[in-house]
């Protein structure tokens, strides 16, 4: 067998018959045996159903996109075949059912027949088919094959009537790829057992949140959002916090000002339809400078859209949706990692700030799988809203007090003194309505000055790759995995690319983005979305121009996409890639 740097595998098939199991199974599998993984799905819309995939990259390498082309792909029927065989590799591998469907003739690579229906029948368990398929991949490129029996135990055993004919499917699965005349030598293995978290976008953003001090969650179901709210329901009450499953997005967001009003740390979490209808209520927390967090999982637009594709679309509306001047911080993660980081982040200046913070997160960066170490909670403090030191007078707040830093002490409710009024209203320094030009003027400049310090901030943003690069990348959220896979591409060519990762879209860190501007002849900047929408508020905020690269499949980028755009821009040959 030959040991591959990372292996790409896809289990493809119908909504229902267990393929995207198969698939979850393997990369807890992978990951438990040491691998690092990183898994992509796909999930029909309709309640109906319809085709479905579930893609495993594994390696003894950190990896953080879902790589290039399909190194093996289990076909469960022939629609599985017709949608996914044009992302399979050179040499590639296929698994089939030959029930369901033959491979044409036009194939070229190894194929191998896996009646996985009448595998798992003659095995007890007719139900069983994802489980003999799991045994059947994991044996014949190793991928987690010693954790196997765990996972079923884990994510199968639940009534032990079952356990039994499903370890049985397992090794009847195992027992068949024995038996398989091998063609290819296709084999990844993991070179020593690590120890690390196993965990989704959403996972990781809820347990940001515990970590940060979330005191309340208000939310509307809404995918891909809704695992963010289902996993602070099971949590946070239990930890005397509060949570409200509202009417409707709007009556989340009001709920959580409400709440971070009255001194608690607040959070809700929705899609971009969510999102725009919280433009008001965003609004109103800018104006009455109340922290809240909005997360943000974005997914194809406009309208319903795709709600099961990823996009990288709403940046625009996070940035500007609202009337009037209304600040907002905005930060994007890249990884499942940074969705911890970056959740801890959004509550500190929230509360730092006393500002709406948005984090754009999207689909596939919402239910991927990622293997990442644990996290050194040391490194990620809390911070707590100013508030007022020592005894108020009578008729002494000013709530709104216009100081150095633009940002004044948030009393409690009840503390004793310093009642205020908190409207949409503008209003002066002590809180009271005010509609004067003056106390606009001065109240506005009070709301965006506070921010002007993390435009001159390097903390939010990361350089990658060769710094006497002619090229360089700038890329938000989840583009920034391939982009990093680009630079890996890039340096075996022996071809120097800089990258830079912005975390924070808004306000822009422009000095860094300046600074690597300078350092390169030509900025390619990749996006999700039709607009370039990135690309664009980079030129409008700096005036320079740059290089666009969209696409809006409802896919993400893959590392050899950007490499090929890079290649166009350096009028050089097309990327030699094994």
């Not at 990259?57 to 599985?80: C, H, I, K």
């Not at 509360?351 to 948005?358: D, F």
Request: charged residues 20%; negative net charge.
């Amino acid at each position: 067998m030959i040991q591959k740097e990372d292996l790409i595998i896809r289990v493809a098939g119908e909504s229902g018959d267990g393929s995207n199991a198969t698939g979850e199974m393997l990369a807890q599998a992978a990951a438990r045996s040491g691998l690092h993984v990183f898994t992509f799905r796909t999930t029909p819309a309709e309640i109906k159903g319809g085709p479905v995939m579930f893609q495993v990259r594994a390696s003894n390498n950190p990896v953080r996109s879902m790589g290039d082309a399909v190194d093996v792909m289990f076909a469960f029927n022939q629609e599985a075949w017709d949608i996914n065989h044009t992302s399979l590799a050179h040499h590639p591998v296929l698994l089939f059912d030959p029930d369901e469907f033959t491979p044409p003739a036009s194939y070229t690579g190894a194929a191998y027949p896996v009646p996985i229906g009448r595998i798992a029948l003659e095995a007890g368990n007719r139900r069983g088919k994802n489980v003999v398929a799991m045994g059947v991949v994991a044996a014949m490129f190793g991928l987690g094959l010693s954790r196997l029996e765990d996972i079923v135990r884990a994510k199968l055993g639940k009534k032990v009537e079952y356990l039994e004919s499903n370890l049985a499917a397992l090794q009847a699965g195992i027992d068949y790829a024995h038996g398989l005349k091998r063609t290819d030598k296709l084999w990844i293995e993991a070179s020593t057992e690590r120890e690390h978290y196993v965990m989704t976008g959403n996972q990781a953003i809820v347990a940001g949140a515990l970590h940060a001090g979330v005191g309340f969650f208000a939310g509307y179901p809404i995918t891909p959002a809704s695992d963010i709210m289902e996993g602070i329901a099971s949590t946070l009450p239990k930890l005397g916090g509060g949570y409200l499953q509202a009417e409707d997005e709007i009556a989340s967001i009001m709920a959580c000002v409400g709440a971070s009003y009255a001194g608690k740390k607040a959070m809700t979490a929705t899609s971009g339809p969510g999102l725009a209808l919280m433009g008001e209520a965003i609004g109103l927390a800018s104006m009455a400078e109340i922290p809240v967090v909005v997360v943000d999982a974005q997914r194809g637009g406009p309208s319903t859209g795709l709600p099961t594709k990823t996009e990288q679309s709403d940046l625009n509306i996070a940035v500007y949706g609202g009337h009037g001047d209304s600040p907002r911080i905005v930060l994007a993660p890249a990884s499942v990692a940074e969705c911890f980081s970056l959740t801890v982040w959004a509550f500190n200046l929230a509360e730092e700030y006393q500002s709406p913070v948005i984090i754009l997160s999207d689909y596939s960066l919402s239910f991927r799988t990622e293997t990442i170490a644990p996290f050194d909670l040391s490194r990620y403090p809390v911070v707590h809203r100013k508030q007022p030191e020592g005894e108020i007078q009578p008729k002494e707040y000013q709530r709104y007090h216009v100081n150095g830093s633009y940002v004044s002490p948030m009393a409690l409710p009840g503390t004793p003194n310093a009642s205020y009024t908190a409207t949409g209203l503008e209003h002066d320094e002590f809180g009271n309505p005010a509609y004067t030009s003056e106390f606009h003027m001065m109240m506005t400049e009070k709301r965006w000055h506070k921010l002007d310090a993390l435009k001159s901030s390097r903390k939010y943003v990361r350089r990658f790759g060769d710094p006497s690069a002619k090229v360089g990348i700038i890329c938000w959220g989840t583009t920034a995995g391939a982009g990093r896979g680009a630079i890996h591409l890039a340096r075996q060519e022996e071809l120097p690319l800089a990258m830079l990762q912005v975390e924070m879209l808004s306000p822009l860190p422009v000095d860094a983005i300046q600074e690597f501007i300078d350092s390169v002849e030509v900025v390619l900047v990749p996006e999700v979305n039709y607009q370039g929408q990135f690309a664009k508020l980079i030129q409008a905020e700096m005036g320079i121009r740059v290089h666009s690269l969209v696409q809006y499949a409802g896919m993400p980028f893959s590392r050899l996409a950007i490499l090929r755009k890079v290649h166009e821009l350096m009028e050089i040959g097309e990327p030699v890639v094994d």
